[in-house]
């Protein structure tokens, strides 16, 4: 380094200086100034030789140059009072063969303007940074734990003790159960009670990347390595979930092409992006899931048997929520006080009709389609409590077609070969005629009052006032 700066014209070097540091001093270990650049003389109003060899504390008020160059502590973005204002400077102890010799002191900002115009300038960079932090945290890291997990019937218990109990393994672990049972929030729940919850959690839908993409998407790639490559190249999902865990839902949808590249990874530790010049070893545990019947798959060549077997070391099937009945209205709780949030809308509850009706549905659609249940009925609930006329009108239907049309007028005979005459009529007529007689009947009884007519059906208003429309009753 030596040899370099011999190489500098003097003049060179003095003008360095005053470009690298705005601000400089430099003071020997007894704090004797040694040098001071012309940009600080001209802040100090000060001439340079004359301050040359003199005390620091002569010629810069109420500095700590002295100090530093005794203590070898250095003093960075420290304020100094000076000339009637506030500026921030930097203090370094000055070593030479590990000697402590003197200090060097720079000025970062020589009064309160420079930096609030500097922070001015870092603010919406700063705001940036921290929105994508945010981001990044949360895309990268887990929500829920098994605490979010609610349900007592024995199916679904199971399941979740079983997740609990394998959650700080290594293994693999595939769950198993129909669209919207929560599958996803199995695979957050085990990453986070497992030794990697610190680390990312990264989660691919496989069915939602298309197949051009999807090498580049979970491998990464180099710089340059096809038209459209960012510069610097990108890594991939399982380098950005090193050290933590990986989510494959949806792992049924895999292509069989990348099937084979996934199954190198699980059995290698490693991946090669897309134009690099090597592997690179990775630490991820895999957490897969679907709602597909792989064994079938792999019996009709849809699915790599190696693969599966290499999924299917800790298998987990989450029950549907027609075969965990007792747990639907504690989840209906539970998602009414998500929805109180969502809404800024508080103290919402069913009524015991309403769930019943919930308990009635089979829901196909699982946790989902009971959570878009209540939402719907929340959107069009004047009070606080949901009854059966503000669910959907497919679940009052099902209310209707298990109850007894109408409580008043004669009791129902038995129906025998010759009840019916004529030709044959579609069942939708047949019921739409005995409707239409059932509310006609209750009109009756109730002297034309609807709302009377309705509870004497056994129906809401909403699903009353539907039908009269439907049948053209006034």
């Not at 250095?74 to 500026?87: F, L, Q, R």
């Not at 679907?290 to 849809?302: A, I, P, Q, S, W």
């Not at 919402?348 to 389609?369: C, Q, V």
């Not at 009529?425 to 047949?430: A, E, H, N, R, T």
Request: glycine residues 8%.
């Amino acid at each position: 380094m030596k040899g370099l700066m011999e190489k500098l014209p003097a003049d060179w070097i003095e003008e360095v200086v005053n470009l690298a540091a705005e601000c400089m001093v430099v003071v020997d270990h007894e704090g004797t100034v040694l040098y001071l650049n012309s940009a600080y003389c001209e802040f100090l109003n000060v001439n340079a030789e004359e301050s040359i060899g003199k005390p620091v504390q002569d010629v810069i008020e109420n500095t700590r140059m002295q100090i530093v160059a005794k203590t070898g502590q250095a003093e960075v973005a420290s304020i100094h009072p000076i000339k009637g204002s506030e500026m921030i400077a930097n203090r370094y102890p000055l070593y030479v063969k590990g000697e402590l010799v003197g200090a060097v002191g720079t000025v970062m900002f020589r009064n309160a303007q420079e930096w609030i115009d500097y922070s001015k300038k870092i603010q919406p960079i700063m705001e940036e940074l921290n929105y994508y932090k945010k981001k990044f945290e949360k895309e990268l890291f887990s929500k829920y734990h098994f605490g979010d997990l609610v349900g007592s019937s024995p199916k679904f218990t199971e399941a979740k003790r079983l997740a609990e109990r394998v959650s700080d393994s290594q293994s693999a672990v595939l769950l198993l159960g129909a669209s919207g049972t929560g599958k996803e929030l199995f695979a957050h729940a085990i990453h986070q009670t497992s030794g990697r919850k610190f680390a990312p959690f990264m989660r691919v839908n496989c069915a939602s990347i298309p197949e051009h993409l999807f090498e580049s998407e979970i491998f990464g790639y180099e710089e340059g390595s096809f038209t459209g490559a960012k510069r610097g190249g990108k890594k991939g999902k399982f380098e950005l979930a090193h050290g933590g865990t990986i989510f494959l839902d949806e792992i049924g949808d895999l292509p069989l092409q990348m099937q084979s590249k996934l199954l190198r990874v699980l059995q290698e530790k490693e991946i090669e992006r897309i134009g690099g010049r090597g592997p690179v070893q990775i630490d991820v545990r895999v957490i897969a899931a679907t709602h597909r019947n792989l064994e079938k798959m792999v019996l009709d060549g849809e699915f790599r048997e190696d693969l599966y077997y290499r999924l299917n070391v800790i298998k987990i099937e989450i029950p549907s929520l027609a075969d965990r009945k007792e747990d639907i209205v504690p989840i209906s709780r539970i998602l009414l006080k998500k929805l109180e949030t969502k809404f800024h809308r508080y103290g919402l509850d069913l009524s015991e009709e309403a769930m019943h009706d919930l308990e009635r549905h089979t829901w196909p659609g699982n946790i989902r389609e009971l959570e878009n249940v209540l939402e719907r009925a929340v959107n069009v609930l004047d009070g606080q409590i949901i009854y059966p006329e503000h669910l959907p009108l497919y679940l009052q239907k099902e209310e209707q077609s298990q109850s007894m049309p109408y409580t008043a007028g004669p009791p129902l005979q038995p129906v025998n070969r010759n009840t019916f005459e004529g030709p044959v009529k579609p069942l939708k007529s047949i019921v739409a005629e005995a409707e239409k007689r059932a509310i006609l009947h209750a009109l009756s009884e109730a002297k034309g009052n609807k709302l009377e007519a309705a509870k004497l059906l056994g129906i809401g208003k909403t699903s009353f006032y539907e039908k009269c429309r439907e049948y053209e009753i006034r």
